[in-house]
């Protein structure tokens, strides 16, 4: 009887130990990795992606920013060597290697663009002398940014691809605004400033959708917002 006994505890405890061992192996997936110092520990990450690519800037001396890109691998690389010039700034990268962005033109226009190995540079459809910025891509491509030209305002901006012409959002309601993320569903969110107002100069967000214009609160699960 007492072998019985001492049988089924010791099944117990072995049951219970195998349990803690499948919790501690969900429960510990992640660990923390040095990306390693380029000529100066004063480093920012921008963007990554599912491939573990991973683009940040590293201050140097003088204060100069240096843009990197990190590889899978580890291979790290000045963006001169990625893109043939360096990009003012990177603001994502997809899981296919797109990536999106802005640079500063000689007459200080910010023009907005995607590169991946295949095409290079493609720099987006805009007005003469306008500043465009992209602030993020989907794995179809889609961006959201804005684009402010002459003296208009900055108005949200969708874009299908990079070779395609913008749609403004009609979600500035006269103010200025910007698109900030989106998702595989082209829907995109943003937010609207009113720079009349130094005080409160943020007054709201928005979500847009392509088939919906801006989209009301009733309908965000629909969009998978």
Request: with cysteine; proline share 5%.
């Amino acid at each position: 009887m007492k072998k019985g006994v001492g049988l089924f505890l010791l099944a117990i405890l072995f049951v219970v130990a195998l349990f803690s061992l499948q919790r501690s192996s969900r429960f510990y997936r992640y660990e923390l990795i040095d990306l390693g110092e380029v000529a100066n520990p004063r480093n920012t990450g921008i963007c990554l992606n599912d491939r573990g690519d991973i683009f940040y800037y590293s201050i140097l001396k003088g204060e100069t920013v240096q843009g990197f890109f990190r590889e899978p691998d580890g291979a790290i690389k000045p963006f001169e060597e990625v893109f043939g010039q360096t990009p003012v700034q990177l603001t994502d990268i997809n899981n296919a290697g797109r990536v999106c962005g802005y640079v500063i033109g000689a007459t200080a226009t910010h023009r907005a663009f995607v590169w991946d190995t295949t095409s290079g540079f493609q720099f987006v459809e805009t007005p003469p002398d306008s500043h465009a910025y992209i602030h993020d891509i989907n794995e179809s491509g889609e961006l959201a940014g804005a684009v402010s030209s002459g003296t208009d305002k900055m108005k949200p901006h969708f874009w299908k691809s990079a070779t395609a012409k913008g749609l403004p959002l009609d979600a500035s309601r006269g103010w200025n605004g910007y698109g900030r993320r989106i998702n595989e569903m082209g829907t995109v969110i943003g937010g609207q400033f009113n720079v009349d107002n130094p005080l409160n100069p943020m007054t709201a967000a928005f979500v847009w959708s392509p088939t919906e214009g801006i989209v009301t609160p009733e309908k965000l699960d629909q969009l998978g917002v």
